[in-house]
């Protein structure tokens, strides 16, 4: 199954309210967490970004997110289109 294949599958097996929470969290271009577990839970071909910082003498501090989480190009790119 080719790139756009698997994304259009995906797509079509989503109910139309996860299509258009996906459509509105694309156009804001933040991955929010309710986006991110969206398309885990909904075995998006392509998942999200995971992005985690370290400092040279350990972790972060508390106060900052363990992994920050953006949306992958061809993904956001694919919702918009729709």
């Given at each position: 199954?080719?790139?756009?294949?698997?994304?259009?599958?995906?797509?079509?097996?989503?109910?139309?309210?996860?299509?258009?929470?996906?459509?509105?969290?694309?156009?804001?271009?933040?991955?929010?967490?309710a986006?991110?577990?969206?398309?885990?839970?909904?075995?998006?071909?392509?998942?999200?970004?995971?992005?985690r910082?370290?400092?040279p003498?350990?972790?972060?501090?508390?106060?900052?997110?363990?992994?920050?989480?953006?949306?992958?190009?061809?993904?956001?790119?694919?919702?918009?289109?729709?």
């Open positions: 199954m080719t790139f756009d294949a698997e994304f259009q599958a995906w797509w079509d097996r989503l109910s139309e309210e996860n299509r258009t929470r996906l459509k509105t969290a694309a156009g804001d271009d933040v991955l929010r967490r986006t991110t577990r969206l398309l885990l839970q909904t075995a998006c071909p392509l998942g999200p970004i995971g992005t910082w370290e400092t003498i350990g972790p972060m501090r508390k106060s900052q997110p363990e992994i920050a989480w953006n949306w992958p190009a061809p993904v956001r790119k694919f919702v918009l289109s729709r």
